[in-house]
């Protein structure tokens, strides 16, 4: 298995700020993803993120706004850049194994005012 | 049609009895099918994952995939309160490809 960590837990963000999330997992994985998740709705993936290299964006998500980074095989970064209260979400790291399991972070929940 | 489709509940059982949560879905080029638990305020957690068709059983839970149907259920033995939650399947045909989830079932288990 894999246990994930992120930081921050949460935060309340001023409109036109941005925000970097960090994702520590526990033990190498193949794959890294981001997932947006809103209030009583299932998950949404934003981008896998590659080591080393720019990360693939789901249709509907750019570089610009959600830069990702994946430095090396534990860690990776999202950052949410010029906020708006349509970014407030919980934004969920996640992992994949190579015995095919994905697990999940436990999110940063995210207000922007 | 979606690739998953999901009971959407909301599900209300009393506690002891069994639970019976399914998914149904389109493509038969998914193999790998996973039910995650996921508290309020809290990331999903992977309970049961299975590649064939048939059942996986992890103490009180059980996965059932039947590929030919394209349909998949977890069931829930003798139900306690703490199981309370929104249970989503989610499906991957493997590879580098991605997961994809169902909208989720919210279970409520009573006392």
């Known amino acids: 298995s894999a246990v994930i960590s992120q930081k921050p837990s949460r935060d309340i963000c001023q409109r036109g700020t941005s925000l970097t999330i960090q994702c520590q997992v526990d033990?190498?994985?193949?794959?890294m993803f981001w997932y947006r998740q809103q209030p009583g709705q299932s998950l949404t993936l934003i981008a896998t993120a590659n080591q080393g290299s720019e990360a693939t964006y789901e249709s509907g998500f750019v570089i610009d706004k959600f830069p990702i980074s994946r430095p090396n095989l534990t860690f990776s970064t999202l950052t949410v850049s010029n906020m708006s209260p349509e970014d407030s979400s919980i934004y969920l790291c996640?992992?994949?194994?190579?015995?095919?399991?994905?697990?999940f972070g436990p999110g940063t929940r995210l207000t922007v005012l | 049609q979606k690739e998953v489709e999901q009971d959407p509940g909301p599900l209300s059982v009393p506690e002891g009895a069994i639970v019976s949560l399914n998914c149904t879905y389109s493509n038969s080029a998914f193999q790998y099918f996973m039910w995650y638990r996921q508290y309020s305020r809290k990331g999903p957690e992977l309970l049961m994952y299975?590649?064939?068709?048939g059942n996986k059983e992890d103490g009180r839970f059980t996965a059932q995939v039947d590929k030919s149907s394209k349909y998949i259920s977890l069931f829930i033995r003798d139900s306690q309160p703490s199981d309370s939650a929104t249970y989503l399947c989610a499906i991957w045909p493997g590879g580098g490809n991605k997961l994809t989830f169902g909208t989720g079932t919210q279970l409520k288990v009573e006392l």
């Open positions: 996640s992992a994949r194994t190579s015995y095919n399991e994905q697990f």
């Open positions: 033990s190498q994985v193949t794959m």
């Open positions: 299975t590649y064939s068709s």
